[in-house]
């Protein structure tokens, strides 16, 4: 799925930092992931966290790994796998449950400031696996709540969605305080 990654660098080649909604259908959602972080971190060598509310950070690892992009260099919080079913990983960790917003919250400013250079990105994926779990008002006010911390870490940000599955006021709602929603696939 070239086009993916194109269209992507096309939008961010003149960004330094960013808050991206990235948008695509199910049967393009895991090219376009892997296009996305083939970029970030393939090409342009830039560390980050990558927050999965979707699949455990082991199938995730794989999947990336799978598509020669060294997953070492990120660090991944996983929303879905319970901590006892995960064995322990130097750059994983497992919040257990995409209702822990607090918690997330905490390993999400713990993970990026870990990260030791400048230059890094904060991938949420997705938002409408954490719509199923808590109600939009919540989503919304915990995506602006990362939003404003996106900008002060002044890094890479970029929200991944479903786009016919997510609440079409939540995604305008997100679209607002993005500086771009790109549409990496649909139907």
Known sequence: MLESKEIFKKEVRELKDYLLLLTADAKNYNDAIVEVLHYLVSERHTPGVYVTLNKPYEIIKRLLEGNGIDSRIIIFIDA????????????????????????????IDQAVKALPTEDKFLI????????????PVTVARFVHFFAGKIREWKIKGIVMTLAKETDPSLLDELTQFSDARIDLGGE
């Open 80 to 107: 879905t796998s319970r901590p006892q079913d995960i064995k322990k990983a130097e750059n994983s960790l497992c919040i257990g449950n995409p209702e822990k917003l607090s918690d997330m919250s905490v390993a």
């Open 124 to 135: 949420f994926d997705s938002l409408n696996t954490l719509s199923i779990f808590n109600k």
